[in-house]
């Protein structure tokens, strides 16, 4: 006699397992990335303003419709572009503007250092294309999408449809910014570079725990006013910086 369950039953295979596997985490990756970029999505409405300010003064100091985007997608930080395009002359001051960029972006160095906890399940071959990518708004809703789901395992998918939301829309618009703008004049009239302003308002509100957790802020925020007030260029932006980062070792021991 035969065993039926041998004939009438199929018997998954370690094929069809595994294919079962793969199948559900690329669902779960691409769920994850769908989550990003709906995440992204009303701060992108936020990027376009600023972004077509950007543009329209990248215009102003020589810059074609090409060179704009070209810049804007090589250094993906928009504070720093603005300085680069204020100091801008011809022929640049190129040091000057490096100079710039650097004490700009210097805040970026207590974000990465925020950002390794959630970044340790991950390679520096992987780590180091994220961070590329690591913009002020990504960053934040990187952390605070951590904070939520109680981990301490950054989503890859998630981060990166944020990160392409964002950095799509800022090199598509500053691109436009930089066609429009002359046929529209000084689009700072129209109240576009508050946008700035109110997505970093935005984040902050997003990432508020509490105001017993603020004081590095504070002391940040104290110490760049005062710098602002007293040293010429960007250095009330390391100094703040700095000053956030021996602050929050304080708290943090405490």
Request: aromatic share 12%; charged share 10%; hydrophobic share 50%.
């Amino acid at each position: 006699m035969t065993d039926p369950s041998s004939n009438d039953v199929p018997r998954p295979t370690s094929n069809s397992a595994t294919e079962t596997v793969v199948h559900e985490m690329h669902h779960s990756a691409r769920s994850e990335l769908l989550r990003g970029l709906k995440t992204a999505l009303p701060m992108t409405l936020g990027f376009i303003p600023f972004a077509l300010v950007m543009g329209a003064q990248a215009v102003q100091k020589g810059f074609t419709v090409l060179q704009v985007p070209l810049m804007t997608g090589v250094n993906f930080a928009g504070g720093s572009e603005f300085t680069a395009i204020s100091l801008w002359t011809s022929p640049p001051h190129l040091l000057l503007i490096v100079a710039m960029t650097f004490l700009v972006n210097s805040r970026h160095i207590i974000m990465g250092a925020a950002f390794v906890p959630f970044m340790r399940h991950l390679s520096n071959k992987q780590s180091l294309p994220l961070l590329f990518f690591m913009c002020d708004e990504a960053w934040a809703m990187g952390i605070t999408d951590c904070q939520k789901r109680d981990s301490m395992r950054l989503s890859v998918p998630f981060y990166l449809g944020v990160a392409a939301c964002l950095y799509s829309s800022w090199v598509i618009f500053t691109g436009i910014g930089a066609a429009v703008g002359p046929l529209i004049g000084d689009v700072e009239q129209y109240g576009f570079d508050m946008a700035f302003t109110a997505v970093f308002l935005v984040l902050l509100k997003g990432m508020w725990r509490g105001l017993g957790r603020c004081w590095p802020w504070l002391v940040s925020l104290v110490v760049a006013g005062i710098l602002y007030q007293l040293l010429p260029g960007a250095w009330y932006v390391a100094g703040g910086t700095l000053a956030g980062i021996v602050a929050a070792l304080i708290w943090g021991k405490r």
